[in-house]
Each structure stands twice: as structure tokens, then as C-alpha cells.
């Protein structure tokens, strides 16, 4: 009786996964709702919250009550988005609308806040963040997608990793 998963593979149960980490995307969705005070305005960052409210001032949140946060993404890929040659590539869908963001990975990347996802334009980074270097921030975003997340409709977030070369 062999006790190994693995034991019966020709690569002797060896995991082969590095030989295609500069190639295999790694991906995180997270599933949440817009809200009436949607107004994706903000010029540096967006945010996708856990929150259950959202008041007008947070004019970088593009969607609240999301059932996953940073904190609940697997280590692989948290791993993969902190190398500074990953590229990071968020897509919002939404009622036959889509956008899609990229942004660059990190090695200071905490993926630790258990409240919010954020991307930025800016080099700046907290527990919260996601990406860097985005291309653009809520202002970005198509006005479409922004309009159907202002009248409360669902979202599917995707977050995509492609590993950049070893560091």
C-alpha cells in the first residue's frame, strides 16, 4: 500500500509547478454588490469593500459586502502578486458590463486586511493593498459599469496574477 498521494507519478511525486510559475495565472474572485453612493470619482485608488454601507464620501469604492478580503486569499498567490515583475490585473463584470484594471505586484504587499481590497495608482502600501501602478483609479473606471454599480447591481471581481521572472 503506497502512502503517498503522489507516490505513484513518473516525477517520483515531485511537484513541477516552478517550471511554469512565470506562466500559470493564479486568480481570486470575490462577489459583491454596488451601492446608490457609487460614484468611482476618485483619482488614485478603488476599493472594494466588506462593508455593509457606503456613504458619499467614499468616492474610490466601487462595490460593498464582499464575501472575501485580502486576509482570505491563498498564500500561492499572495506570494505570486509580491514579486515586482508580477502583473496584477483586476476585471469588474457586472450586467453585460465589464472593465479591467492592471497594476504591477510588490514585494511589501501584506494582503492582511480582513475589511477592503485596494488598488493604486501610487506606490503606496498598506494592509489593504492589492496592486500598484494601476493604470487608472475609480475615475478610470467605464461609466456604464459605474452607473449599473450606482443602482446596487451584483459584481464579480476577478484578481489575476501573472508571476513576473524569479527574484
Do not use: W
Not at 500559470?24 to 462577489?31: A, F, K, R, S
Not at 462593508?51 to 500561492?76: Q, V
Not at 495608482?121 to 500598484?132: G, P
Request: aromatic share 4%; glycine share 8%; proline share 3%.
Amino acid at each position: 500500500m503506497n502512502d503517498s498521494v503522489d507516490g505513484d507519478r513518473s516525477d517520483g511525486g515531485k511537484r513541477t509547478d516552478d517550471e511554469n510559475a512565470t506562466s500559470t495565472p493564479l486568480e481570486e474572485v470575490i462577489h459583491a454588490r454596488g451601492h446608490e453612493h457609487v460614484s468611482a470619482e476618485h483619482a488614485s485608488t478603488f476599493e472594494i469593500s466588506t462593508d455593509d454601507f457606503l456613504t458619499p464620501a467614499g468616492d474610490c469604492i466601487l462595490a460593498i459586502e464582499a464575501d472575501r478580503a485580502p486576509a482570505d486569499f491563498d498564500p500561492e498567490f499572495v506570494e505570486a502578486c509580491r514579486n515586482s515583475e508580477a502583473t496584477i490585473t483586476v476585471a469588474l463584470e457586472t450586467d453585460g458590463h465589464r472593465d479591467v484594471v492592471q497594476g504591477r505586484g510588490d514585494p511589501d504587499l501584506e494582503f492582511s486586511s480582513d475589511r477592503s481590497a485596494v488598488g493604486r495608482t501610487s506606490e503606496y502600501v498598506d494592509e489593504r493593498t492589492i496592486m500598484l501602478g494601476a493604470e487608472h483609479a475609480a475615475e478610470g473606471f467605464d461609466r456604464e459599469l459605474v452607473a449599473a454599480l450606482a443602482d446596487g447591481a451584483d459584481v464579480i471581481v476577478t484578481i489575476t496574477v501573472s508571476r513576473g521572472g524569479s527574484e
